[in-house]
């Protein structure tokens, strides 16, 4: 076997160990969520629908996909008023342009006329650093709701930053591979907001495939 083939049979077996590790770190993952924190959410997400409150999604990057997805979840399956400033390319990059990355979130807060009835909802990898200039747009929205006295949650990885600072319910994604941080965090954005809209306190109305297999 020549020097090459060897290569290649390396690189495949290091693959094939990739997957097998990644799914097993996933595996640890889910035994180690804190399930009242989950629960915790839960209790928040009901009172800011029973009181007629909004949910605002706030994350970048791929949170910020996650955000836009969630956003449809939660008011069709939930049934709770639910906007994402993301979705809103215009706006995002104007402010951006003209006020700089950090205040796109808050200015967008206070033109929609953020009320203590509502909540934040985050998802993001980091939580927000305003020390490390990570994710200072997620802060200092953060900082004003906490000054309106709107209801805070998220879903972060890591040590969970400002928000799990400031969070009135947050979910910290154990860490259980330091090199995987992001897809593992972002990967289980998507399994508890599932989970919440899955939930029976929260689920108002029944999902496409589950009807239809009735």
Known sequence: MNKAQVKINAAS????????????????????????SIERMVDLVADVKAG??????????G?????SHAVNDFRKIVGIESYAPT????????????????????????TSRLTPKDGIFVFSVGGGNLEKNISPNLVEALKYAKTIGSKITGVVGRDGGYVAKVADACVIIPVVNPETITPHSEAFQAVIWHLLVSHPRLKA??????????
């Open 52 to 61: 007629g409150g909004r949910l605002f999604f706030l994350g970048v990057g």
């Open 205 to 214: 109305s029944q999902t496409k495939w589950e009807s239809a297999s009735r």
């Open 63 to 67: 949170s910020a996909g996650n955000c």
């Open 87 to 110: 979705d809103n390319v215009s706006e995002l990059t104007a402010r951006t342009n003209d006020e700089g990355w950090a205040t796109i979130f808050v200015e967008w807060l206070k």
């Open 13 to 36: 077996e290091s693959a094939e160990n990739f997957t097998d590790k990644h799914l097993n770190e996933t595996i640890q993952i889910i035994q180690k969520l804190d399930v009242n």
